[in-house]
């Protein structure tokens, strides 16, 4: 909170809003989408390229771009590829297996780095192993398969089909997969080798749902795989490649059903006494070997936690999700210690400092409350992670919304975080334009960049393709997806109201940090008008004539006047203050005098600035 008026005044010119490309949410669903199709329960991100998968769509045609309304293999499962070359995003690509079967659930995880995509198909029945074996061998029933696709120009093509070495029915390969380069991770989570470590006998089944991650290598065009990992402390139903992140040469593996009880980094593994705590492993390679590098657990390990239901891992930082953790803390690094919120969630961020790792932060929403399930997916990018909250139940909608509302049961939110030096901090709350109970919006999160990509996967629209209406909701558990800009700092949280030259918009200039310039220009607006500036430093929202939402006018909030040009325009510049708390938000909207506008009054865009 600003105490001093010099603060609040400085921040008021410098609030006002940004292009419309920052903050803006755009709303994807698939091109053929359908009842259950559940369209967003996978997702990823690479540059100008999204892709989404819908586990349970039903076509049958194999490969690229077929027959979309071909709906003769039930619940087979599809993927969607959008791209954006700069006059918004369109669907490029259409995906199905090349041997698209009943109930495969290709789709079930995505993962892409520029012109390669993966996919898995935890439900595919192949029983022949290794690279480009038989496809129309169907003897290991949901013994999983992984599907390779690459791109030349436009035009995507199937490069691979990947299985174990050793498939067995229900392993389930392809649960998740994670690519870096040529480096592609596979996980089978019900995998049953029982040898610990890197290189096992994978044909060992002893140990029942232990779970494993296989590491395949491209060179050229050709796949092969390079390991087969393992927990050094596999246990039955560990679910260990439940969870899968790569980077360059580093692997993390969440194992969600893990039973140690122990905390922080390099506990004693032997101590299973906390069942279904969970746990992640990190493994290096150097050259072509791989080793495990580190044992991660909670700083607050707790049974039935399932620390490992999502992990993610860039450069030198780890994110694991804990998504039934019963902390009642808020914000970051709050106390852990008081469980009394049950499955509100937690995640947590790691770092490595040469080949040591050490807990850097303990992540929990700004509005946690039991059942919310915050990080049950995941996702990080450089200095930003998503969390995604899939049960949590405010009804209002956008960015910044109104948290307190609590009336959409299981509609969903997402979380970003900013790091700043070695400081975490809220950057931004999200909720989908059209929120609505049941949609669980963040039940699967992606960020790359600066693009953050959201999935919705029982939102019922049905509507179809790119920016389409939301209203009808008569098509159950069909899916959607959600993408946005999050550079920041600024960002467009929309309602206008138009007047006489249609909305007024604000544009904004600058970053939010001390001593840097910054400001906002009034365009478009009455000329020589009245306007008044509604300033909130808070995340209420109050309402103001006809309905309209402005940030809350009320303290600590400022309501400052001021009159356009006769241009209609108008331009503020200051220098932002020192002293502003990394992740302060600020809100405003400018109400312009317009006697053409409903009840008198013009309303600009509002708009939200974070510090950085």
């Not at 892409?112 to 029933?141: F, H, K, M, P």
């Not at 791989?290 to 450069?315: E, M, P, R």
Request: hydrophobic fraction near 40%; aromatic fraction near 10%; glycine fraction near 14%.
């Amino acid at each position: 909170m600003l105490t001093s008026p010099r603060h609040r005044l400085a921040v008021l010119f410098a609030i006002l809003c940004t292009p419309a490309a920052f903050g803006q949410q755009v709303y994807l669903k698939a091109s053929n989408s359908q009842v259950e199709d559940q369209f967003g329960w996978s997702s990823a991100v690479s540059g100008n390229t999204l892709v989404v998968g819908a586990r349970y769509e039903d076509g049958g045609i194999a490969g690229v771009n077929g027959d979309a309304f071909d709906n003769s293999a039930f619940n087979a499962g599809a993927v969607y590829v959008f791209v954006d070359a700069g006059l918004g995003w369109v669907q490029q690509a259409y995906l199905k297996a090349s041997n698209p079967d009943d109930l495969d659930l290709f789709g079930t995880s995505v993962a892409i780095d520029g012109d390669t995509l993966v996919v898995g198909a935890r439900r595919e029945a192949g029983s022949v192993g290794g690279v480009d074996g038989d496809q129309g061998d169907n003897g290991a029933d949901s013994a999983g398969a992984a599907y390779v696709f690459v791109r030349n120009g436009t035009t995507w093509t199937q490069q691979a089909y990947l299985k174990a070495a050793h498939p067995d029915p229900d392993d389930l390969f392809g649960s998740s997969v994670a690519l870096s380069g040529d480096t592609l991770i596979v996980g089978a989570p019900a995998e049953d080798g029982s040898d610990p470590g890197v290189d096992g006998d994978s044909s060992d089944n002893g140990l029942p749902g232990s779970g494993a991650a296989f590491v395949f290598v491209r060179k050229g065009t050709t796949w092969s795989q390079q390991a087969y990992l393992k927990a050094s402390n596999p246990g039955n139903f560990h679910d260990f490649g439940w969870s899968l992140g790569v980077s360059g040469d580093t692997v993390v593996v969440g194992s969600r059903r893990e039973n140690g009880a122990g905390t922080g980094v390099d506990a004693d593994q032997l101590l299973q006494t906390a069942p279904i705590a969970g746990a992640a492993y990190v493994f290096v390679r150097n050259g072509t070997t791989w080793s495990q590098q580190a044992y991660l657990k909670a700083s607050n390990t707790d049974a039935g936690d399932v620390f490992g239901i999502s992990a993610g891992v860039s450069g030198d930082t780890i994110v694991v999700g804990a998504y039934r953790e019963a902390s009642s803390a808020t914000g970051v690094n709050g106390d852990a210690s008081d469980d009394s919120a049950f499955d509100t969630g937690a995640a947590y961020v790691f770092v490595r400092n040469g080949a040591s790792w050490s807990q850097q932060a303990y992540l929990k929403p700004s509005n946690g409350e039991a059942r919310d399930q915050f990080g049950r997916s995941v996702a990080i990018s450089g200095e930003r992670v998503l969390v995604g909250a899939r049960r949590e139940k405010s009804s209002a909608s956008g960015i910044a919304a109104d948290q307190g509302d609590n009336n959409a049961l299981d509609a969903g939110a997402a979380y970003l975080y900013k790091r700043s030096g070695t400081t975490w901090a809220q950057q931004l709350f999200i909720k989908p334009p059209n929120t609505s109970a049941g949609d669980f919006f963040g039940g699967n999160v992606a960020l790359g960049g600066t693009v953050a990509l959201v999935g919705s996967p029982f939102e019922d629209s049905v509507a179809t393709g790119v920016g389409g209406l939301m209203q009808d909701d008569s098509s159950m558990n069909a899916g959607a997806a959600h993408v946005l800009d999050v550079k920041g700092p600024w960002y467009d949280l929309g309602y206008a109201q138009a007047g006489t030259h249609g909305d007024p918009v604000l544009t904004g200039f600058g970053r939010l940090a001390p001593f840097k310039p910054a400001g906002m220009t009034l365009t478009g607006a009455l000329e020589n008008a009245p306007f008044f500036l509604f300033v909130g430093f808070e995340t209420g929202y109050a309402s103001f004539e006809g309905g309209t939402l402005v940030p809350s006018p009320n303290p600590p909030g400022l309501v400052i006047p001021a009159v356009t040009d006769g241009g209609g325009d108008l331009t503020l510049r200051t220098t932002w203050p020192s002293g502003v708390p990394v992740g302060f938000s600020v809100f405003a909207q400018a109400w312009v005098v317009d006697p053409a506008a409903a009840s008198g009054y013009a309303a600009s865009n509002a708009v939200l600035g974070v510090t950085p």
